[in-house]
T-cell receptor, first 112, second 113 residues
Framework: NAGVTQTPKFQVLKTGQSMTLQCAQDMNHEYMSWYRQDPGMGLRLIHY???????DQGEVPNGYNVSRSTTEDFPLRLLSAAPSQTSVYFCASSYQETGELFFGEGSRLTVL | AQKVTQAQTEISVVEKEDVTLDCVYE???????LFWYKQPPSGELVFLIR??????QNEISGRYSWNFQKSTSSFNFTITASQVVDSAVYFC??????????FGAGTTVTVRA
């Protein structure tokens, strides 16, 4: 019963460093997405994918890259971390475009 | 553009009181979907309900109930006889046929014993 698995759960970076947040789901969902959660702003969509090989930008895509080589995995890459990217990141998946999102446990990222 | 407004930032109640969380949405789509999620202090996001725009029937699930009114673009959530375990941040969200959800800023509910 893994569902959506995110790693790492916590990470501290220095400005300018790069890193990848990993996300994997075992529910065979076509749709996957990344959100960031900041105080007072709810969750905002960064990037999403409707299937392997297909990705698109969400509301706040700048500074982030994604790829979807398999149905199961949807990593989020920060190429050059900035303090503004300090946030809690959630990966989610869904079985249909109108269905509920299944979320991972979140990854707390701090950029110094 | 879609927008969800949760005007209440924080609500504090004493156990056994009822609490209603407001959610107002904006969309140009005729077909859309509304959701409520709960985020307890442990941080995970828990799905509570999904409602489509063609179903205005109110729903009750245990102590939880939802009031959907298209005329006022609202999808309010009531917790009856609140308990300490209901303490959490509650998010209202809006989606259409494109996988993307727009979330409100959330309402923090604190239930005191």
């Amino acid at each position: 019963n893994a569902g959506v698995t995110q790693t790492p759960k916590f990470q501290v970076l220095k400005t300018g460093q790069s890193m990848t947040l990993q996300c994997a789901q075992d529910m065979n969902h076509e749709y996957m997405s990344w959100y960031r959660q900041d105080p007072g702003m709810g969750l905002r969509l960064i990037h999403y994918s409707v299937g392997a090989g297909i990705t698109d930008q969400g509301e706040v895509p700048n500074g982030y890259n994604v790829s979807r080589s398999t149905t199961e995995d949807f990593p989020l890459r920060l190429l050059s971390a900035a303090p503004s990217q300090t946030s809690v990141y959630f990966c989610a998946s869904s079985y249909q475009e109108t269905g509920e999102l299944f979320f991972g446990e979140g990854s707390r990222l701090t950029v110094l | 553009a879609q927008k969800v407004t949760q005007a209440q930032t924080e609500i504090s109640v004493v156990e056994k009181e009822d609490v209603t969380l407001d959610c107002v949405y904006e969309t140009r789509d005729t077909t859309y979907y509304l959701f409520w999620y709960k985020q307890p202090p442990s941080g995970e996001l828990v799905f509570l309900i999904r409602r489509n725009s063609f179903d205005e029937q109110n729903e009750i699930s245990g102590r939880y109930s939802w009031n959907f009114q298209k005329s006022t673009s609202s999808f309010n959530f009531t917790i009856t006889a609140s308990q300490v375990v209901d303490s959490a941040v509650y998010f209202c969200a809006l989606g259409s046929n494109d996988y993307k959800l727009s979330f409100g800023a959330g309402t923090t509910v604190t239930v005191r014993a």
